[in-house]
């Protein structure tokens, strides 16, 4: 399974944005796909994931009620709906994907989300 992230850039707070994650190659393997995110300094850490084949969806606290993840499954997309941005979101976004019967971690490539006046 391969990932391919894009979206993120420069947003004023209480700003929206939307990131993409397309996924390509052995798809069924896919048991979730979501984001993660990690600010200068901190660790990684976990922001929303969604099940690839029903409709369950999970958040991080910190976003809850800002961010929606959806599926596209035309396009084999994750999007996540970032709105009521806050500084505290900005971080280099990366799109996860757990696979296989190990539940492995596939990486996309950061994006980068931030958020200043």
């Known amino acids: 399974v391969q990932l391919q992230a894009s979206g993120g850039g420069l947003v004023r707070p209480g700003g929206s944005l939307r990131l993409s994650c397309a996924a390509s190659?052995?798809?069924?393997?896919?048991?979730?796909i979501g984001w993660f995110r990690q600010a200068p300094g901190k660790e990684r850490e976990f922001v929303s994931a969604?099940?690839?084949?029903?409709?369950?969806?999970y958040y991080a606290g910190a976003v809850k009620g800002r961010f929606t993840i959806s599926r596209d499954d035309a396009k084999n997309t994750v999007h996540l709906q970032m709105n009521s941005l806050k500084p505290d979101d900005t971080a280099v976004y990366y799109c996860?994907?757990?696979?296989?019967?190990?539940?492995?971690?596939?990486w996309g490539q950061g994006t980068l989300v931030t958020v200043s006046s």
């Open positions: 190659g052995r798809t069924d393997s896919v048991h979730t």
């Open positions: 969604i099940n690839w084949t029903a409709n369950s969806t």
């Open positions: 996860n994907a757990k696979v296989g019967s190990t539940w492995s971690d596939i």
